[in-house]
């Protein structure tokens, strides 16, 4: 109970908020980190998985292989890539690290958003004289699209919750708080520090509910 009280004394302080280390600009440094790496992440994987899934070709292999990932620790692949000539690259190692986390369930959720899209609906299309791209773009697209927002909304709140490893490669973010704390030895910190991370990665959750729920009736997949 001293603890949650520390910590809440720790958070309310005014001086914790304010200048280069409070927890705004921490925040701000967390909040681009997370959204660098979610754009990197989907300009990779939903490219390569609506083509695969439209083609049916190659997909599961893909998805299989990028899957191997989520059984490698993130913190491993920035440790290795840290002892790389990547390792120079200021927030480079953390970035590849965190894009690597986050590529699996976009690619996986596109291609299968892809995939279950009724065969009988893309056979229709065809028939009305679409070309393959038109099927693509204006019927499995759109119908794929419950499917690939979620991927995303997965693949944001992971990297909320795992862009703190960016403070062990010296870069910023809410990380920096706690890592700051296990220095100082002060568990309120850390506590904080970890509170911050959750209440963040809620937020994010909360706001791509309200994304969908204000997004066209297609995007929602609703008719």
Known sequence: MNTLTETWDW???PAHWSGADGIWQRLL?????????LIVSCLIAL???????HLGKGGVLAV????????????????????????GWGEGPTVVALVLFAVPPLLTNAYVGMREVDRSTVQAARGMGMTGRQVM?????????????????????QLVATATIAALAGGGGLGRIITAGFNLASTPQVVAGAVLVAVFALIVEGLFEVAEGLAPAWV????
């Open 11 to 13: 958070l309310t302080d």
């Open 47 to 53: 490219p390569v998985a609506v083509i695969l899934g």
């Open 29 to 37: 440094q967390h909040l681009v980190l997370t959204v660098v790496c």
């Open 64 to 87: 299989n292989i990028s899957n191997v990932g989520r059984a490698v620790p993130t913190f491993a692949v920035l440790v290795l890539l840290l002892l790389t000539p990547i390792g």
């Open 220 to 223: 929602r997949g609703t008719p």
């Open 137 to 157: 773009f204006h019927v499995e697209l759109p119908l794929s699209s419950p499917m690939i927002l979620n991927g995303m909304r997965i693949a944001a709140v």
